[in-house]
């Protein structure tokens, strides 16, 4: 007969059975992420908007008393504009940003809805602007994102 082995290791129930848990799992956790991406986007876009480029301008206003001008635009955080006495930037350490959906920010100075400083904002996930979806520096009544 054959002689008894002492090899041990799982078999073939054992393993299916290891495998069927972690789908099981895997199956009541992907739900709850799913959503997620798309929440984070907006978080993201939100902190630009109302922290990390807002610092930024407020650094560039601090230093040149005026905002960059809407024709300067984000780049003036970056490279020196012409106008611009006493720049002491680059006042973003990388690149201008682009929202989370690969679209520019877009900044006018003065603002429409802040005429004494800037409007920033993103057209959110469809890339035009309205909808409900806009992350904007201002108060809108109707906004999510306040």
């Given at each position: 007969m054959f002689p008894k082995s002492d090899k041990k290791g799982f078999t073939f129930i054992e393993l299916l059975l290891v495998i069927i848990i972690i789908g099981v799992l895997?199956?009541?956790?992907?739900?709850?992420?799913?959503?997620?991406?798309?929440?984070?986007?907006?978080?993201?876009?939100?902190?630009?908007?109302?922290?990390?480029?807002?610092?930024?301008?407020d650094l560039f206003e601090l230093d040149n008393g005026r905002y960059p001008t809407t024709e300067e635009g984000l780049?003036?955080?970056r490279t020196k504009p012409s106008e611009a006495v006493n720049w002491?930037?680059?006042?973003?350490?990388?690149?201008?940003?682009?929202?989370?959906?690969?679209?520019?920010?877009?900044?006018?100075?003065?603002?429409?809805?802040?005429?004494?400083?800037?409007?920033l904002y993103s057209y959110g996930p469809d890339g035009v602007e309205g909808g409900g979806d806009d992350i904007v520096n201002w108060e809108e009544s109707s906004s999510k994102d306040k």
């Open positions: 895997a199956a009541m956790a992907i739900p709850r992420f799913a959503g997620k991406s798309e929440e984070a986007k907006r978080a993201v876009a939100r902190a630009d908007v109302e922290a990390n480029i807002a610092i930024a301008l780049a003036a955080l002491n930037g680059p006042y973003l350490k990388k690149r201008v940003p682009v929202d989370p959906w690969k679209h520019p920010y877009i900044y006018l100075s003065p603002g429409i809805h802040n005429p004494e400083d800037y409007d």
